[in-house]
């Protein structure tokens, strides 16, 4: 974790978290990208992680989705964010009962299906 105080009010994520927190990004329609530790553990990989790691499509509708969907956390800890500090920084961090670190992607993040898929 990049703020060790962190720990004194966020536990470290478990499996369950990623999928709470991608269903709830699904069902409002956000537009996210799993990465970091967690995407490296869906693929094989062995690692450890202290937080959640998602990249999201900056616009403000999308944040807001985001913001919303992240109400699912026990604490609503997003819901604090204001709209300008997540459109001014590059990385936002939401510590509630796991941390959760949105990096913004500057381009809109669209669904390409692989060839022969519709």
Do not use: Q
Not at 61 to 74: F, I, P
Not at 88 to 104: C, I, P, Q
């Amino acid at each position: 974790m990049d703020d060790p105080n962190h720990g004194a009010y966020a536990r470290e994520p478990r499996v369950e978290d990623v999928a709470r927190i991608c269903r709830a990004l699904n069902e409002h329609g956000a537009r996210y990208v799993p990465i970091g530790g967690f995407a490296v553990i869906a693929h094989g990989g062995g690692r450890t992680t202290k937080d959640i790691d998602l990249l999201i499509d900056a616009s403000p509708e999308n944040v807001s989705r985001v913001k919303t969907a992240l109400g699912v956390l026990a604490d609503n800890a997003a819901a604090e964010l204001d709209d300008d500090e997540v459109a001014r920084d590059a990385v936002v961090r939401v510590a509630d009962e796991v941390v959760v670190g949105s990096w913004l992607a500057r381009a809109a993040l669209t669904t390409r299906m692989p060839p022969g898929r519709s």
